[in-house]
């Protein structure tokens, strides 16, 4: 049979081949979960997302090749981009329920797209896994968190865009690692390490940007702020801090459009 149409979406962007992937799936109701892997692993994108329409909303869901997330950030603004311009969904808000963080809004915002995300609070660390700044060639850091993933504040941008991982060492850490520093023309910056996955350095990573903006408001003394993550593909994030949540904007754009056929 035909499935629904599948999309893939460069998010936190304003032009193809920038920003981070993902593959969006609208769905007419839930397959089990090893169709939803297997479709995820057939797209080789770091997330796929997949989505249900609910009375109220609709219902989503986020994979990587290995299994189902509890949040993804730029997946979720790749699937309201599609259900915006191309489902043509009348409203200037969206409502997602989740399983894992609860329910999450999307609203249109200027040009682009605004996300509406709990806010996440990791606990300082004094002593880090020696394997882990080891893994990343650096000697130091200025502070240290732990939650989810390792947040590690380095001195300067120009230390965050020279850190050359050695994946095989930082994959015995346990965590991905984001780093952060303060940057030269915006806010602040960052990248974010995800051994063992099969995308190491993620291109833009909104679900980081909830441990990222509370902290970086805090120490520069703003609520609205502009981040850039500096991977190779590179992405800009509009951010603001509202107490427990954090607001995330951003563009996105189509690159792909097509159909998938499960047979069996």
Request: proline letters at 5%.
């Amino acid at each position: 049979m035909t499935a629904p149409d599948f999309f893939l979406v460069d998010a936190f962007t304003d032009h193809i081949f920038g920003g981070n992937p993902a593959a969006v799936c609208p769905l007419q109701h839930w397959p089990d979960d090893d169709r939803l892997l297997r479709m995820t692993q057939e797209h080789n994108q770091a997330e796929t997302a997949f989505f249900v329409a609910t009375e109220d909303g609709f219902e989503l869901r986020w994979f990587t090749v290995l299994g189902e997330i509890n949040l993804c950030g730029h997946a979720t603004l790749a699937t309201a981009h599609v259900i915006f311009n191309h489902l043509h969904y009348p409203a200037d808000e969206i409502r997602f329920s989740t399983r894992f963080v609860g329910p999450l809004t999307v609203k249109r915002k200027d040009d682009g797209l605004m996300l509406d995300f709990p806010a996440w609070y990791p606990e300082p660390v004094e002593t880090l896994p020696s394997v882990l700044l080891e893994g990343l060639g650096i000697a130091r850091v200025e502070q240290a968190f732990s939650g989810r993933d390792y947040l590690l504040v380095l001195e300067n941008e120009q230390a965050v865009r020279n850190v050359n991982p050695d994946f095989s060492l930082l994959g015995q850490a346990g965590k991905c690692v984001c780093i952060t520093a303060a940057g030269d023309d915006c806010d602040f910056v960052s990248r974010f390490f995800c051994p063992g996955d099969a995308h190491q350095e993620d291109p833009v990573t909104g679900s980081t940007h909830t441990m990222l903006i509370p902290f970086w408001s805090k120490r520069l003394g703003k609520q609205q702020m502009m981040a850039r993550q500096l991977s190779a593909r590179g992405g800009e994030l509009r951010c603001e801090y509202t107490g427990d949540r954090v607001l995330i904007s951003g563009q996105a754009r189509t690159y792909l459009q097509g159909s998938l056929f499960l047979t069996n």
